[in-house]
């Protein structure tokens, strides 16, 4: 099986905003999948991801507060911007989908802006230098919910579904 996330991309303009970031210090990552809320690492079979885009369908909107460029614990672990999950929606899909984290990690949804699988330390430690007082501080309403799915370099979407009509 392929590895699979439950995702909201951002929407314009904020999706700009943070892709304007990525392609100037992500550019490999930034080329793979646009801007997005990462919801739910590795979705496990195609009943949890159906059910996580029927969760994300049954909100009336998905709000979160986009905040600021952090890293985990260092730049050359990634740079992200935080998600505040306004309502606990994300929380709530999380918790029915049964997600369950490996014990060593600390998940918590987000906006990649610098991976490390796609940027190499020294220029995490750049990008950090500049983003570290990055911030958008907005609360910004998420309405395209997909599941996307790694194929080869690429992450692509395998369904999407809006969580209004």
């Not at 992500?26 to 991801?49: K, Q, S, W």
């Given at each position: 099986m392929a590895r699979r996330q439950l995702t909201a991309f951002l929407p314009a303009p904020f999706g700009e905003q943070v892709d304007k970031i990525r392609t100037r210090?992500?550019?490999?990552?930034?080329?793979?999948?646009?801007?997005?809320?990462?919801?739910?690492?590795?979705?496990?079979?195609?009943?949890?991801?159906?059910?996580?885009?029927?969760?994300?369908?049954?909100?009336?909107?998905?709000?979160?507060?986009?905040?600021?460029a952090q890293c985990w614990g260092s730049p050359e672990a990634g740079i992200y911007l935080g998600v505040e999950d306004t309502h606990g929606d994300l929380a709530r899909i999380g918790r029915e989908l049964m997600v369950t984290e490996a014990p060593d990690i600390s998940y918590e949804p987000h906006v990649t802006l610098v991976h490390p699988r796609t940027t190499m330390a020294t220029g995490s430690q750049e990008a950090w230098g500049h983003l570290a007082s990055w911030s958008i501080d907005e609360t910004v309403a998420l309405r395209d919910v997909s599941v996307i799915e790694l194929q080869g370099p690429k992450w692509l979407v395998v369904t999407r579904r809006p969580s209004t009509e």
């Open positions: 210090w992500d550019p490999e990552m930034a080329r793979r999948i646009a801007a997005h809320v990462t919801v739910i690492h590795d979705l496990d079979g195609d009943a949890a991801y159906r059910s996580g885009l029927d969760l994300a369908a049954s909100r009336p909107e998905l709000t979160v507060r986009l905040t600021h």
